[in-house]
Structure formats: C-alpha cells, structure tokens
Nanobody, 119 residues
Framework: DVQLVESGGGSVQAGGDLKLSCTTS???????MAWFRQAPGKEREGVAA???????DYADSVKGRFTISKDDAKNTLYLQMNSLRPEDTAMYYC???????????????WGQGTQVTVS
C-alpha cells in the first residue's frame, strides 16, 4: 500500500557530499522511515531511522556525518551525507513500516535503491 522511490545518488570523491531523497505514499501513517545500504557481498545494514515522534537512530559509522530528516507535507524522506568515505559506497534504500523498527532489517516497504559511489 506504500510506495517509495529514491533519488540523488551518484559518484563523488572522498570527502564530498550527497543528499538522497525518497518520495513516499502513506508516509504520515508509518511509524518508522529509514535508510539502509548494501554493498556487493554484504548484508543490508541500517544507516539511519526516524519515527513519527522524531526519534532518530544512526549507525555508529555515520554519526556526525549523515543527517536524516523528513518533510511530511511533501511525503519525502532525506539523507544528507557529508564527508563521504569509500566505505560508504553502496546501494542506498529507503524503507517504511507501521512499527518502530529502528535500524533492524524487517521493514515492510522498500524502495528500488539509488547507487552511491565514493572514490
């Protein structure tokens, strides 16, 4: 019942910045919205999550560099990524669920992903 579409990925040099966007439907009734990433040969991992009350969780590896936010009026989730590192290279996905899941991987709704490459 919820659709999510990511955009904003690209290729940047180490130390550069990118801002990802995820347009959603039904985002206002979802408890959790989150960003995940997956590199080849690795499992999908949580990057940042935000709930309807403003609770935010970040992976330790991105604290101080990434900022998650949302605009409910536009049904859009954002991830501002600063000081990017090669280890941040991955396909980035947005996700949503009616429950608070934080950075766990059991979200019900997923976007198709947008590629981020840092060299």
């Amino acid at each position: 019942d919820v659709q999510l579409v990511e955009s904003g990925g690209g290729s940047v040099q180490a130390g550069g910045d990118l801002k990802l966007s995820c347009t959603t439907s039904g985002a206002t009734w979802d408890r959790s919205m989150a960003w995940f990433r997956q590199a080849p040969g690795k499992e999908r991992e949580g990057v940042a999550a935000i709930d309807s009350d403003g609770r935010i969780d970040y992976a330790d590896s991105v604290k101080g560099r990434f900022t998650i936010s949302k605009d409910d009026a536009k049904n859009t989730l954002y991830l501002q990524m600063n000081s990017l590192r090669p280890e941040d290279t991955a396909m980035y996905y947005c996700a949503a669920d009616k429950l608070w899941l934080g950075l766990s991987r059991n979200y019900a709704y997923w976007g198709q992903g947008t590629q981020v490459t840092v060299s």
